[in-house]
């Protein structure tokens, strides 16, 4: 699966933002996705992810997320999304999407298998 990320841009502080995945050649619900994020001199973490069993999706924040980002998806047009509301300065940072190919739904970066190239988003205060 190839994942493009996108949506990302300057949004004031308390602004909202939504970020797209783009999943080709596979189907993004064959896999969770998360979204992860990297400021500037920090490590990766994760963000919110979705997975998918018989009953449905279920979704996964960070802390920081909760509450406040929301993770969904558009089957029809192959894409999950990343509707993020009441932004922070501290929310600033590259968003990655990423495919985990055993459907899990983790919080760790190192068990995703496919990422897309990112999207920088920035909130000033």
């Known amino acids: 699966v190839q994942l493009q990320a996108s949506g990302g841009g300057l949004v004031q502080a308390e602004g909202s933002l939504t970020l797209s995945c783009a999943a080709s050649?596979?189907?993004?619900?064959?896999?969770?996705i998360g979204w992860f994020r990297q400021a500037p001199g920090k490590e990766r973490e994760f963000v919110a992810t979705?997975?998918?069993?018989?009953?449905?999706?279920?979704?996964y924040y960070s802390d920081s997320a909760k509450g406040r980002f929301t993770i969904t998806r558009d089957n029809a047009v192959n894409t999950v999304y990343l509707s993020m509301s009441s932004l922070k300065p501290e929310d600033t940072a590259r968003y990655y999407c990423a495919a985990d190919e055993h459907g899990l739904g983790v919080r760790s970066p190192d068990l995703y298998h496919y990422w897309g190239q990112g999207t920088l988003v920035t909130v000033s205060s």
């Open positions: 979705m997975s998918w069993s018989g009953v449905g999706p279920h979704t």
């Open positions: 050649g596979r189907a993004a619900s064959d896999y969770a």
